[in-house]
């Protein structure tokens, strides 16, 4: 079992920026590939970012390219997003997610194991 809690979420502004985290606890998350996905209200949850167990291969939603960075500490058993110039439509519910084909990344929330709580970003225009 893998026990992932996120926190860093918050109200701001549009164009500011927020650092997601995601620790983990029960396993050593470098044995899993980890995702963060967003729910808007009245949305399905979307994809948002990917990382492979090594960091080498990442994946990212069309929309959130060269503004959302994810990263991840082994060695913390953590896993960040760093999102920039925020805009209003960033607004949703953020979780991080672990899959356990560690090597790889994918889009797809049914292939994920475990999943966090959540953590509110609200973007104000």
């Known amino acids: 079992q893998v026990q992932l809690v996120e926190s860093g979420g918050g109200l701001v502004q549009d164009g500011d920026s927020l650092r997601l985290s995601c620790a983990a606890s029960?396993?050593?998350?470098?044995?899993?590939?980890m995702g963060w996905f967003r729910q808007a209200l009245g949305k399905e949850r979307e994809f948002v970012a990917a990382?492979?167990?090594?960091?080498?291969?990442?994946d990212y939603l069309e929309s959130v390219k060269g503004r959302f960075t994810i990263s991840r500490d082994n060695g913390k058993n953590t896993v960040h997003l760093q999102m920039n110039s925020l805009k209003p439509e960033d607004t949703a519910v953020y979780y991080c997610a672990a899959d356990g084909r560690y090597w790889s990344v994918t889009r797809v929330a049914g292939a994920y194991d475990y999943w966090g709580q959540g953590t509110q970003v609200t973007v104000s225009s």
């Open positions: 990382i492979n167990w090594s960091g080498g291969s990442t």
């Open positions: 029960g396993r050593t998350l470098g044995r899993y590939a």
